[in-house]
């Protein structure tokens, strides 16, 4: 079952989004949390971040699982995957740092990487809750459009439009990782409740077609029709192709 909260802008979404989570952890003290980068959840971090100080949130028993992360960068790289969870959320609250995982991608050994991911999912018990950003052409994680849903955690190579994209971050486009390891659509469709948080006009079209066009691997995202439980907060300008 899929249910769509419209809210005013990307502020509302954040607060909407937050009191989600904030809810599945007063719920569940030890849930394990599936989480997402990019752009788009940094307000929803944040206002869990609040949540925390303000005394009304404990993370002291949460894990988590994050969706992906890039091959060959360090973790001290800014533009880590790693970094960034940090950065926005784990340095924040009270989180066990021990209880806090993403793929290693400064394992280069992909198989093993992708492999040893997939047990720590299964060893936690698997995602209570997975948080999803939508990309502009319905990937999730790194599940960019293909002929095939990819199951399990797996090693892809970046587009070289993401390459160039993300080129601006590195000192040079050499600089730029050529791959990701990230969960697969397996992975990420066995969490329990799915939470999928997006915003602004540049993804009107992207949402129209993932959540009510056909179910295809050309649009990753759209797999989410079949989940049980999925929840999209998504805001006005998100909307605004939708009905
Ligand atoms: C992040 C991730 C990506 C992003 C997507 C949307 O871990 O896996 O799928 O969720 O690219 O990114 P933003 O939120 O920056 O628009």
Partial sequence: MMRIIRTKDYEDMSKKAANIIAAQIVLKPDSVLGLATGSTPIGTYKNLVEGYRNGDLDFSQVKSVNLDEYRGLPREND???????????????????????????????????????????????????QLLGLGHNGHIGFNEPCEEFEKLTHCVNLTQSTIEANKRFFASAD?????????????????????????????????????????????????????????????EAALSKVE
């Fill in 79 to 129: 533009q880590s995957y790693y970094y960034f969870m940090h950065d926005h959320l784990f340095r924040h609250v009270n989180i066990n740092l021990e209880n806090t995982h993403l793929p290693d991608g400064t394992e280069a050994d992909s198989e093993k990487a992708c492999m040893e991911y997939e047990a720590i999912i299964e060893a936690v018990g698997g995602q209570d809750l």
């Fill in 175 to 235: 600089d730029v990782p050529k791959q990701a390891y990230t969960m697969g659509i397996g992975t990420i469709m066995k969490a329990k409740k799915i939470l999928v948080v997006v915003s602004g006009a540049d993804k009107a079209q992207i949402v129209k077609d993932a959540f009510f066009g056909p179910v295809t691997p050309q649009v990753p995202a759209s797999i989410l029709q079949m989940h049980p439980d999925v929840t999209v907060v998504a805001d």
